[in-house]
Structures are given as structure tokens and as C-alpha cells.
């Protein structure tokens, strides 16, 4: 007999931003105190953002994917113990070892014996951990998964150097993803390049008990502004080829938000009107893994984004890696 196609469709959604809100004017005085200069006008000219949320140093990445998950959680309106993939995006993890998603599976009292990993493709962590998590439904290795971002970015900012400590910002953001036989993620595609490393890195590494070179984020951001115009309208439009759609099916537009010169420069490419497209990066900064399951979960609690709407995200980050996804909500 033959099986029926199996879809995933997120029944939930969840996100947090941590309490300590810094607008640009308050940053700049923080950094005219260490002798370096920016403002409010710059940042805001050059990339969109007027504010960003900061952990306190006693925060854990886990503590803001928890509060997410359990958003989603609630959202989702589920017995968290039919959860049986757990999946955490992030470059900021707790420690090395073990994972945040074991973390989390523990701080959530998951099931003890699912699937439980972490998903490093840095800014395009969460379009590949949704992709992988559908993948896992679609082969029918689990049924429901938790599916999240989350990040500390912060604590890899060097703030002696304005040209990326000004950027980002740290939060989490998480979606329940569930067997269906409606059609959900529609389609994706996941894409590397690791010849472009030295543009985008946190070159430091543990070793023989301390951290051995730069810990801190370094930053060719001209090279990265044109990888990413150029990648993510490429990306976008593989994505529409592969779901047979053209951009002009498309309700909302979530882009990982980085500079909104780079999200409005793909939206016009892509012909379609702003209005489309969902900003979150003002208020948020550039949350890398966290930053477009945050902005999907306030455009569905505000009631943007409704059942049947046709939703793509995309992302690029370090490695270089990049990625799309259209979801029918
Ligand atoms: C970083 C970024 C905002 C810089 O904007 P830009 O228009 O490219 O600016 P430039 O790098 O050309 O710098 C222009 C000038 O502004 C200065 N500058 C950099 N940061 C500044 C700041 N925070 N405040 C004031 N001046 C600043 C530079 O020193 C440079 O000065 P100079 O002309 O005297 O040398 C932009 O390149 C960018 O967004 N890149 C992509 C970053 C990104 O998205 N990364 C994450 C990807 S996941």
C-alpha cells in the first residue's frame, strides 16, 4: 500500500528579546566613553536599526530559548511530551558540550529519549534547522518537532570596533513544527560556500584549557553587503523555481534581519511591494539564528500573518552559508 505524502506545518510559534533595551543614542555614548565615535544618524543611515536588546552577563542563551520554546509551546497548544526532535540554532551556545538542544531538552522536561541537536549555520541556522526538522517529519523519523534560534550575540562583540559592535543584538525565536497532510514547507533550499571565511568570523577556538586567538567578531562588511544582495536574490528566486510559484504569491517576505538596505534591495529584486516584507531589524538588531523565527512569531501575534499565507525566508551568515524556504502557514 502506498503511504500518503507527509507534509510539516508549524502549529506554533514562540520568541523573547531580553530586558535591556539600548537605543543607538545610548550605545554611542558607551562608545564615545572608550574614545570611539558613532551615532544615531550613522547607524541608523546605514543600517536600519535604532535599538538592539542585550543579555545581562548572568543570562544564558538556553534561558532565552526556553522562554521561546515555551511560547511556542503554549501556541501550539500540545502535550510538550509528544515533542520528539528538538533542534537549536546558534552560534552562541552555553558551553561547547554538550548542546543547547539537550540543554533545553532538560530545562523543558522533554521526553528523555528524542532527537536533540544543535544547528551551527550561523545567520542561516534557523532556515536550515527548519529544513532539516522538515525533512526528518517528511521521512517520517519524528512527528513533532521544536524548531529554534536563539542567540547571545553580544558576548562576541568587540566594542572598541564600531563597525560591528553597532549591528547586533541578542534574542530567540522558536516554532513547533508537526506531521501533516497539508501542505507546509513548501520548499527549500540550503546552500555553503566555505572559501569566503575570513569575511564573516569568530576565529577563536578552546584549547589546553583557554581561548586561543580572536574571540571577538571580525568583519569585512562591504564584501559581506555584496555577497548578500547578490546570494539572496538568487536564493529567493531557486526557492520560487522549486516550488513552481513566482515571487507575486508571496504574502510576506521575512528575510534575516541584517541591514534593511540589504532586505529592501532583495524585495525589489524580487518585485515586491515593502509592504511585504516583514522588518523587525529597527527594534532588534541583527539577531543572526534568532532573527527571522522572532519576526514570523510577532507578525502572527499581531495577526499579520494568517492560516494559508504563503510566507519565505532566507537568510545568509558565516561560512558563507545562505538559504530560502516558502511555507504555506
Ligand atoms: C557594516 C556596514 C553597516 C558598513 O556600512 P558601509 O556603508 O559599508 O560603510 P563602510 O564600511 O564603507 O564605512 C564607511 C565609513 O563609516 C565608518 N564607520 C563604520 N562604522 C561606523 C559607525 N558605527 N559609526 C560611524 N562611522 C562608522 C567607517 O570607518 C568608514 O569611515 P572612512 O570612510 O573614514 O573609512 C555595512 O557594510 C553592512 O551592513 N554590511 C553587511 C553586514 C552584515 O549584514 N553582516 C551580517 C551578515 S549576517
Redesign the pocket.
Known sequence: MTQRPLYSRIIGTGSTVPPNCVTNQELAERLAARGI???DE??TA??GIRQRYFATPDTMTSDLALTASKNALCAANIDPQSIDLVIVATSTPDSVLPSMACLLQHKLRLRNDCTAFDMQAA?TGFVYALTIADQCIRGRMCRTALVVGAEIISRLLDFDD??TC??FGDGAGAVVLQASEQAGLISSVLHADGSHTDI?CVPGRVSGGAICGQAFMS?D??A??KL?VNLLEKVALEALDKAHMRAAQIDWLIP?Q??IR?MQSTCRKLELPLEHMLVTVDRHG?TSAASIPLALDEAVRDGRIARGHTIMIEG??SGVTWGAAIIRF
Open positions: 565615535e558613532t551615532s550613522w547607524i546605514r543600517t545567520c564600531r563597525s553597532v549591528l564573516l568583519m562588511g562591504q559581506v553587503f548578500a534575516h541584517a541591514n540589504i541583527n545568509v551568515g
